[in-house]
């Protein structure tokens, strides 16, 4: 975890650190002073709220009362920073109308939980970078080699796992942030605590969560989530990623208490079905629905064949990332974001009329994948 060090309460740990060869430093009011000298000549136009007071910049003795010392011991790094309300002014600068200082306020103090950090990560990373600042995040994974085709890591974090990774990159971006880990990943033992309906040992806070961003691989997890979130008003969101396509699934439990699970798509299984593989399947393609691109029909029906896993392409998971990301903003900002089921067709937007044809060894019609996949159901219950 990050040391969030005061100037004056913390000066012989801040002055004992630096004098330490073991340790980098960085001063961050380098860069942070010129660019809120800029901040405080401009106009304030937003109605909704009024302009901070400058402080004197010349003044070293306030500079330092405004700083904050960050550790980052995976870092071996103290970097000082402006405060936390001075660095939140300098990160959300480029937002300004783009979101109103009422909507970035709102955006800041949501509380945002992540389950499943493959599109997950990509989902946390447009958040935060947007502004966010408090987080719950699980997954139950480590990083390894066949990660990194759609997460942005490095290969000296193999082995890392995946929500200590995605933790030291919240918090190296915005050292101010809270946030929760869940490192066993999302299950019916830590739903309360990952949905905010209980408290939880350890937890920054016990605010019920804004908005569920659900990424998750298992179908029956999928499930429960949404029907704890049901129960507890909490809108969930979902991208898939489909080859070059992505559908966005937005889930309205706030607004409508009965709305039906994945569209209707999720009604009718129970909590046994998961442990039947023909089942498992089933649920699957149920929620993910046939409409998918020829190249991914191909891919899907080969899993288990000559697949290991899921298919996807990095750049397909961040698009689908910064999607369900932008519509979270918008939900927790209040704007009328409707349940529906959302399908970007990327492959139409770039090849037009040649999207929908399947000429390659690679390629599936939708006919042929239903085919093949009623097939993979009936040899997946049989095994």
């Not at 401009?42 to 003795?61: A, G, K, Q, Y």
């Not at 405060?83 to 959300?92: E, H, M, N, Q, S």
């Not at 796992?161 to 190296?172: P, Y």
């Amino acid at each position: 975890m990050v040391e969030i060090l005061d100037p004056i309460d913390d000066r012989q740990r801040i002055t004992a650190l630096r004098a330490s060869p073991s340790f980098s430093f960085v001063d961050g009011w380098t860069y942070a002073r010129p660019e809120l000298a800029v901040l405080d000549r401009l106009d304030h136009v937003d109605p909704e709220t009024t302009p901070p007071d400058p402080i004197d910049l010349t003044d070293e003795h306030l500079i330092e009362r405004r700083s904050r010392y960050i550790l980052f011991p995976w870092r071996a790094t103290l970097v000082r920073l402006p405060d936390a309300d001075i660095y939140y002014r300098l990160k959300t600068a480029r937002n300004r109308h783009l979101l109103t200082g009422r909507e970035q306020q709102l955006w800041g103090s949501a509380v945002i939980a992540v389950a499943g950090l493959s599109v997950g990560s990509s989902a946390l990373t447009a958040t935060a970078l947007t502004g966010a600042r408090r987080f719950r995040i699980a997954d139950s994974d480590e990083l390894a080699p066949t990660n990194l085709n759609r997460i942005v890591g490095s290969v000296t974090d193999l082995g890392v796992s995946k929500v200590e990774l995605a933790r030291r990159r919240i918090l190296e971006g915005d050292p101010y942030t809270q946030v929760t880990t869940f490192p066993d990943g999302y299950h019916p033992d830590v739903a309360e605590a990952f949905l905010g309906s209980a408290a939880f040992a350890g937890s920054t806070e016990e605010l019920p969560a804004s908005v569920i961003i659900e990424e998750i691989d298992d179908v029956a997890m999928k499930i429960d989530m949404r029907r704890r979130a049901r129960a507890a008003g909490v809108p969930v969101l979902s991208a898939t990623d489909m080859g070059e396509d992505v559908v966005l699934d937005v889930e309205r439990y706030d607004l409508d208490p009965d709305y039906p699970i994945f569209h209707g798509r999720g009604e009718g299984f129970s909590a046994g079905d998961a442990a039947d593989p023909a089942q498992r399947l089933q649920m699957a393609l149920a929620i993910v629905g046939d409409e998918v691109t020829p190249r991914m029909a191909f891919s899907a029906s080969q899993l288990g064949r000559s697949v290991t896993s899921w298919p996807q392409l990095g750049s397909t998971a961040a698009m689908a990332g910064a999607l369900v990301a932008t519509a979270a903003r918008n939900i927790v900002c209040g704007r009328p974001v409707l349940s529906g089921r959302y399908r970007f067709g990327i492959e139409e937007i770039l090849l037009g009329s040649a999207a929908g044809t399947h000429e390659g060894w690679n390629e599936l019609g939708q006919a042929e994948f239903a085919s093949a996949a009623q097939a993979m159901g009936e040899g997946t219950g049989k095994s």
